[in-house]
C-alpha cells in the first residue's frame, strides 16, 4: 500500500492528459509533474488516494534523453506550462502519441495513420492574451496562479505570452502603487484591481489593456490613460466591471476608457474585431495553419454548401466562406454570432449565415423543416464533443465530407467512432501544436461518406 509521505523509487511509464509523469506501483498509478516516460526518479508521496497518488520527484536517478532545462524559471511552480522540462521535439510526437492511442483505444481504430504533429518553429511568445492576477504580498504584485492554486508568483517575463507584456504590465503596477490603489482581495472581497488583460492583434500589432476592477470606476484612470496611450500600437483601453465573489475573471460590463471598443488581427485574409470579452484563438500563427488543414480538408471548390457546427465568432466560417458557394454557422452564445456577423461584414463576406443556438437542435430543425442540405459538415465542438443528436443529424444529412476539428482526442475518438459505424471513414488525421509546452492538443480528420 503506497502512503503519504513515504519515499519510493519508481519507473514512469506514461504521461497524464496534463503532461504529469505517471508511476505504477503494483498496478497503482502515482502523478509525478515533471517527469517524463522512461524516467527513473525517486520521489516522495505527496497524497495517496483510493485509485491514485500524487508524488514529488525529489530526484532523478536516470534522466530521458528528451529532458530539457526549463527556459522559464518559474516553470514548475506556474500553473501555466506544464512540459517546459520536455524538448519541443518530444511535446511534437508526445501529442501526437496521444491522438494515435485515444484513436487506437477508444476509437477502435487499429491502422490507423496520424500525420506529424505541425508544431512552431519558434515555440516562445505566441499567446495574443495574458491575464495577470493582482494581489499583495508585502507590496503589489501581478503574475500568474501557482498550479492549482490562487497563489500568485510574482513574475513579469512570461516566455509565452507577447514580449511587450512586461512593459505594459509595469505601466499599470506603476500606475497602482503611485495611486495607492488597492489590489483585490479574494477572501474579503475588498480591494479594487482584480486582474490585468492584454490583448495583442498578432498580425497588427494592436494593443488592448483591460483592468477587470471590483467597482464602478478606477480612481486616477486619467494619469492611467496618459501612460498607457504613449506606449507604440495601443488602441484600446478599458475597465471591465465584475463584483462577483467568484473565480471568474470577467465580468459583463465593460468600459471603454481610451480609444477604440476592440482591436483587429488577421488569420490568413480574414479580419476579425475582437473586443475583451470576445472568444479568440489564443495563438493565431497556429490557428491559421489549423484552418487551413481543415480547408484543405474540406477540398472546396466553389459550388459546395457548408455547415459549420459550433462556430464560436465564425473563425472557420470564414474562412471557408472564401471557397464555398455558401457557409452556415451554428454557434449557441448570442454575443458570438453578433461578432461572427460583423467580422463577416468587415471582410464583405455575404455567403456565410448564422444561426444562434444549440448544434443538436438548430441542426435537426433546419434539416426536418427546411431539408438544409451539406455537402461539407465541420464541427469544432467544446471538450465534450458533439451531442449524438447532432451526429445522428450529420448521417441523416450525408454531406460527403466531414471535418472534425477538436480540442480533445478522447471525445473526438468517441465521436469518429459513432460516425465510422454509420457510413463514414477516416480519411486523414493532422495534429496542430497551438499550445507549445502544455499538453494540449487540436486535431483534424477528414471523415468521407463510403
Ligand atoms: N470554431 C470556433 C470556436 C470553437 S470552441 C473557433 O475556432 O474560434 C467551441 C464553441 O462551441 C464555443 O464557441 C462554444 O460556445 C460553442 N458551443 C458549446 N456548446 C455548443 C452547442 N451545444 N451548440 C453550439 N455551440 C456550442
Given at each position: 500500500?503506497?502512503?503519504?509521505?513515504?519515499?519510493?523509487?519508481?519507473?514512469?511509464?506514461?504521461?497524464?492528459?496534463?503532461?504529469?509523469?505517471?508511476?505504477?506501483?503494483?498496478?497503482?498509478?502515482?502523478?509525478?509533474?515533471?517527469?517524463?516516460?522512461?524516467?527513473?526518479?525517486?520521489?516522495?508521496v505527496l497524497r495517496a488516494n483510493k485509485?491514485?497518488?500524487?508524488?514529488?520527484?525529489?530526484?532523478?536517478?536516470?534522466?530521458?534523453?528528451?529532458?530539457?532545462?526549463?527556459?522559464?524559471?518559474?516553470?514548475?511552480?506556474?500553473?501555466?506550462?506544464?512540459?517546459?522540462?520536455?524538448?519541443?521535439?518530444?511535446?511534437?510526437?508526445?501529442?501526437?502519441?496521444?491522438?494515435?492511442?485515444?484513436?487506437?483505444?477508444?476509437?477502435?481504430?487499429?491502422?490507423?495513420?496520424?500525420?506529424?504533429?505541425?508544431?512552431?518553429?519558434?515555440?516562445?511568445?505566441?499567446?495574443?492574451?495574458?491575464?495577470?492576477?493582482?494581489?499583495?504580498?508585502?507590496?503589489?504584485?501581478?503574475?500568474?496562479?501557482?498550479?492549482?492554486?490562487?497563489?500568485?508568483?510574482?513574475?513579469?517575463?512570461?516566455?509565452?505570452?507577447?514580449?511587450?507584456?512586461?512593459?505594459?504590465?509595469?505601466?499599470?503596477?506603476?500606475?497602482?502603487?503611485?495611486?495607492?490603489?488597492?489590489?483585490?482581495?479574494?477572501?474579503?472581497?475588498?480591494?479594487?484591481?482584480?486582474?490585468?488583460?492584454?490583448?495583442?492583434?498578432?498580425?497588427?500589432?494592436?494593443?488592448?489593456?483591460?483592468?477587470?476592477?471590483?467597482?464602478?470606476?478606477?480612481?486616477?484612470?486619467?494619469?492611467?490613460?496618459?501612460?498607457?496611450?504613449e506606449i507604440p500600437g495601443m488602441a484600446?483601453?478599458?475597465?471591465?466591471?465584475?463584483?462577483?465573489?467568484?473565480?471568474?475573471?470577467?465580468?459583463?460590463?465593460?468600459?471603454?476608457?481610451?480609444?477604440?471598443?476592440?482591436?483587429?488581427?488577421?488569420?490568413?485574409?480574414?479580419?476579425?474585431?475582437?473586443?475583451?470579452?470576445?472568444?479568440?484563438?489564443?495563438?493565431?500563427?497556429?490557428?491559421?495553419?489549423?484552418?487551413?488543414k481543415a480547408l484543405e480538408y474540406a477540398?472546396?471548390?466553389?459550388?459546395?454548401?457548408?455547415?459549420?457546427?459550433?462556430?464560436?465568432?465564425?473563425?472557420?466560417?470564414?474562412?471557408?466562406?472564401?471557397?464555398?458557394?455558401?457557409?452556415?454557422?451554428?454557434?449557441?452564445?448570442?454575443?458570438?454570432?453578433?461578432?461572427?456577423?460583423?467580422?463577416?461584414?468587415?471582410?464583405?463576406?455575404?455567403?456565410?449565415?448564422?444561426?444562434?443556438?444549440?448544434?443538436?437542435?438548430?441542426?435537426?430543425?433546419?434539416?426536418?423543416?427546411?431539408?438544409?442540405?451539406?455537402?461539407?459538415?465541420?464541427?469544432?465542438?467544446?471538450?465534450?464533443?458533439?451531442?449524438?443528436?447532432?451526429?445522428?443529424?450529420?448521417?441523416?444529412?450525408?454531406?460527403?465530407?466531414?471535418?472534425?476539428?477538436?480540442?480533445?482526442?478522447?471525445?473526438?475518438?468517441?465521436?469518429?467512432?459513432?460516425?465510422?459505424?454509420?457510413?463514414?471513414?477516416?480519411?486523414?488525421?493532422?495534429?496542430?501544436?497551438?499550445?507549445?509546452?502544455?499538453?494540449?492538443?487540436?486535431?483534424?480528420?477528414?471523415?468521407?461518406?463510403?
Open positions: 500500500m503506497v502512503q503519504k509521505n513515504q519515499k519510493l523509487v519508481v519507473e514512469i511509464v506514461d504521461l497524464s492528459s496534463e503532461g504529469a509523469g505517471v508511476a505504477k506501483v503494483e498496478g497503482y498509478p502515482i502523478f509525478v509533474k515533471d517527469t517524463l516516460v522512461g524516467e527513473k526518479v525517486e520521489i516522495l485509485n491514485y497518488g500524487f508524488g514529488k520527484a525529489i530526484n532523478i536517478i536516470e534522466a530521458s534523453p528528451d529532458r530539457v532545462e526549463p527556459k522559464c524559471p518559474v516553470a514548475s511552480k506556474c500553473g501555466g506550462c506544464s512540459i517546459q522540462h520536455m524538448s519541443y521535439d518530444c511535446q511534437l510526437r508526445y501529442k501526437k502519441n496521444k491522438v494515435y492511442q485515444n484513436l487506437k483505444r477508444i476509437g477502435g481504430f487499429d491502422n490507423i495513420e496520424v500525420e506529424d504533429t505541425i508544431g512552431m518553429d519558434e515555440p516562445f511568445y505566441y499567446r495574443n492574451k495574458a491575464q495577470y492576477p493582482v494581489g499583495y504580498d508585502k507590496g503589489i504584485i501581478t503574475g500568474f496562479y501557482a498550479a492549482n492554486s490562487h497563489r500568485i508568483i510574482d513574475f513579469d517575463n512570461c516566455y509565452i505570452g507577447s514580449k511587450r507584456n512586461r512593459e505594459i504590465l509595469n505601466v499599470v503596477k506603476n500606475f497602482i502603487v503611485e495611486n495607492n490603489i488597492t489590489a483585490y482581495d479574494e477572501t474579503t472581497g475588498r480591494g479594487i484591481v482584480r486582474h490585468i488583460l492584454i490583448r495583442e492583434g498578432h498580425f497588427t500589432g494592436e494593443i488592448m489593456v483591460c483592468l477587470i476592477i471590483n467597482g464602478q470606476d478606477l480612481p486616477h484612470q486619467k494619469e492611467l490613460i496618459e501612460k498607457l496611450r484600446s483601453i478599458s475597465l471591465n466591471i465584475n463584483k462577483k465573489r467568484s473565480n471568474v475573471i470577467l465580468g459583463d460590463k465593460v468600459k471603454t476608457i481610451w480609444g477604440q471598443e476592440y482591436i483587429t488581427d488577421k488569420i490568413g485574409d480574414i479580419s476579425y474585431e475582437i473586443s475583451p470579452l470576445s472568444f479568440f484563438q489564443v495563438n493565431p500563427k497556429q490557428t491559421w495553419k489549423l484552418y487551413s477540398d472546396l471548390h466553389g459550388e459546395e454548401t457548408v455547415w459549420d457546427l459550433y462556430c464560436g465568432i465564425g473563425t472557420i466560417s470564414l474562412f471557408l466562406a472564401q471557397n464555398a458557394k455558401k457557409v452556415y454557422g451554428v454557434e449557441i452564445v448570442p454575443q458570438a454570432i453578433e461578432d461572427a456577423r460583423r467580422n463577416a461584414a468587415l471582410n464583405n463576406i455575404t455567403n456565410a449565415e448564422f444561426f444562434t443556438g444549440k448544434a443538436e437542435e438548430v441542426l435537426p430543425e433546419q434539416y426536418e423543416k427546411n431539408q438544409v442540405y451539406a455537402d461539407t459538415i465541420v464541427v469544432d465542438p467544446p471538450r465534450k464533443g458533439c451531442d449524438s443528436v447532432c451526429l445522428d443529424t450529420i448521417v441523416k444529412m450525408a454531406p460527403e465530407k466531414v471535418v472534425y476539428v477538436s480540442c480533445d482526442s478522447a471525445t473526438l475518438a468517441r465521436d469518429v467512432k459513432y460516425l465510422g459505424e454509420r457510413g463514414y471513414e477516416v480519411k486523414r488525421v493532422k495534429t496542430v501544436d497551438m499550445f507549445p509546452w502544455s499538453g494540449h492538443v487540436e486535431t483534424v480528420v477528414l471523415m468521407s461518406r463510403k
